[in-house]
T-cell receptor, first 116, second 115 residues
Framework: AQKITQTQPGMFVQEKEAVTLDCTYD???????LFWYKQPSSGEMIFLIY??????QNATEGRYSLNFQKARKSANLVISASQLGDSAMYFC?????????????FGQGTTLQVKP | DTEVTQTPKHLVMGMTNKKSLKCEQH?????MYWYKQKAKKPPELMFV???????INESVPSRFSPECPNSSLLNLHLHALQPEDSALYLC??????????????FGPGTRLLVL
């Protein structure tokens, strides 16, 4: 069965600095994807970035990039030039099961606080 | 446009009330989801609809009743809820349930309080 682990319950970063949020996963499927979501205190889950297991390059979206290390089964999110608005909870997720069920499993999340 | 809307934003109900949560998307997505989320925890999947048919029910109590009237709308009917059902209820949609089109886009959620 798939498993997602986020080992950092909370992190602080100074404004304008870069920060890495860790995510490790376990799956026996040869084809899979990893998602990162941001959840501010308002509650909405905002999709940030997606990495497919067969993608040749690490995914990037603006200030967000994925440090995808397939052999180590890690998909860490890197946020460059942190902004106060980046303060939120961040979840790593991947599809559950080998079938196309639509079900996602989530890590426990990391709360990021950006200091001015 | 990746907008999913949910109404109401907040809901307070008694244990004997009947209420409904509504979710709408106009992205042409064919899969829609309901999640329940407690504070500081990840979302827990409740239901999945694919092409307007219920494809997953994660053993949710019958006091929660989902409905998908058409491909753009998803309702969650609530009846005889318990205080422990108080949570943030999130709706999401995706183009399809098959990778790589499975990116789920979430609505802002409904904060439910059961008294």
């Amino acid at each position: 069965a798939q498993k997602i682990t986020q080992t950092q319950p909370g992190m602080f970063v100074q404004e304008k600095e870069a920060v890495t949020l860790d995510c490790t996963y376990d799956t026996s499927d040869p084809s899979y994807g990893l998602f990162w979501y941001k959840q501010p205190s308002s509650g909405e889950m905002i999709f940030l970035i997606y990495q497919g297991s067969y993608d040749q390059q690490n995914a990037t979206e603006g200030r967000y990039s994925l440090n995808f290390q397939k052999a180590r089964k890690s998909a860490n999110l890197v946020i460059s030039a942190s902004q106060l608005g980046d303060s939120a909870m961040y979840f790593c997720a991947m599809p559950a099961g080998s079938g196309n069920t639509g079900k996602l499993i989530f890590g426990q999340g990391t709360t990021l606080q950006v200091k001015p | 446009d990746t907008e999913v809307t949910q109404t109401p934003k907040h809901l307070v109900m008694g244990m004997t009330n009947k209420k409904s949560l509504k979710c709408e998307q106009h992205m042409g997505h064919r899969a829609m989801y309901w999640y329940k989320q407690k504070a500081k925890k990840p979302p827990e999947l409740m239901f999945v609809y694919s092409y307007e048919k219920l494809s997953i029910n994660e053993s949710v109590p019958s006091r929660f009743s989902p409905e998908c009237p058409n491909s753009s709308l998803l309702n969650l009917h609530l009846h005889a809820l318990q205080p422990e059902d108080s949570a943030l209820y999130l709706c999401a949609s995706s183009q399809d349930i098959a990778l790589p089109k499975r990116t789920q886009y979430f609505g802002p959620g409904t904060r439910l309080l059961v008294l």
